[in-house]
């Protein structure tokens, strides 16, 4: 099955600055990588994804970036606020009745003010 | 996210019991997802649903069982629950496999 590498677990940044977290997955079939972000106590809620025929995405100050040869995917938080604090995860998924989604194992990231 | 609903919301329990957690959606949802979420491990699926009547097990299915005669249910069952088990559970639901999966509030379970 895919397996999803998530780094750092954890990202400490000054507020306003930017924020990278890094994945790579494992499986060349997969075709849909979502992010979802976590706040403490809450239920994730997707902030942003990117499907396999593209390379880049943005929404606002979020991006996300993907590298089908290397097998890895990234997001980008540009001018981090306060409430940018919270737990990220990546996922992927192959579709098309394989195992649905597949999590990174999180990266908690704070902003410091 | 109304739309999406799980019951209890915590529940304590002791080794050796049956639980079922409750998962309830309305957007008639095709897919839908058990999901643990562990310190350490992320979310790990146990069990999704493309249909009434169709399901399949995920990454951690053991210990786990897992219907769906409606569309809008999901029930996830312990038969004999664990310590393991203690965990906080989220229920999920997309319209594809391939699209964004909205998640209830989140069962957490502790097991004595």
């Known amino acids: 099955g895919e397996n999803v590498e998530q780094h750092p677990s954890t990202l400490s940044v000054q507020e306003g600055d930017s924020a990278v977290i890094k994945c790579t997955y494992s499986?060349?079939?997969?075709?849909?990588f979502p992010w979802y972000k976590q706040e403490l106590g809450k239920r994730p809620q997707l902030i942003i994804d990117?499907?396999?025929?593209?390379g880049e995405k943005k929404d606002q100050r979020i991006a996300v970036t993907l590298n089908k040869t290397a097998k890895h995917f990234s997001l980008h938080i540009t001018e981090t606020q306060p409430e940018d604090s919270a737990v990220y995860f990546c996922?992927?998924?192959?579709?098309?009745?394989?195992?649905?989604?597949?999590f990174g194992k999180g990266t908690h990231l704070i902003i410091q003010p | 996210d109304a739309g999406i609903t799980q019951s209890p919301r915590y529940k304590i329990t002791e080794t050796g019991r049956q639980v079922t957690l409750m998962c309830h959606q309305t957007?008639?949802?095709?897919?839908m997802f058990w999901y643990r979420q562990d310190l350490g491990h992320g979310l790990r699926l146990i069990y999704y649903?493309?249909?009434?009547?169709?399901?399949d097990k995920g990454e951690v299915p053991d210990g786990y069982v897992v219907s769906r005669s409606k569309t809008e249910n999901f029930p996830l069952t312990l038969e004999s629950a664990t310590r393991s088990q203690t965990s906080v559970y989220f229920c999920?639901?997309?319209?594809?496999?391939?699209?964004?999966?909205?998640f209830g509030p989140g069962t957490r379970l502790t097991v004595l």
């Open positions: 996922a992927a998924s192959m579709g098309g009745g394989a195992d649905g989604l597949t």
């Open positions: 957007w008639s949802h095709s897919y």
């Open positions: 990117i499907r396999s025929n593209v």
């Open positions: 649903s493309a249909a009434a009547d169709i399901t």
């Open positions: 999920a639901s997309s319209e594809g496999l391939v699209n964004e999966q909205f």
């Open positions: 499986d060349s079939a997969s075709n849909y």
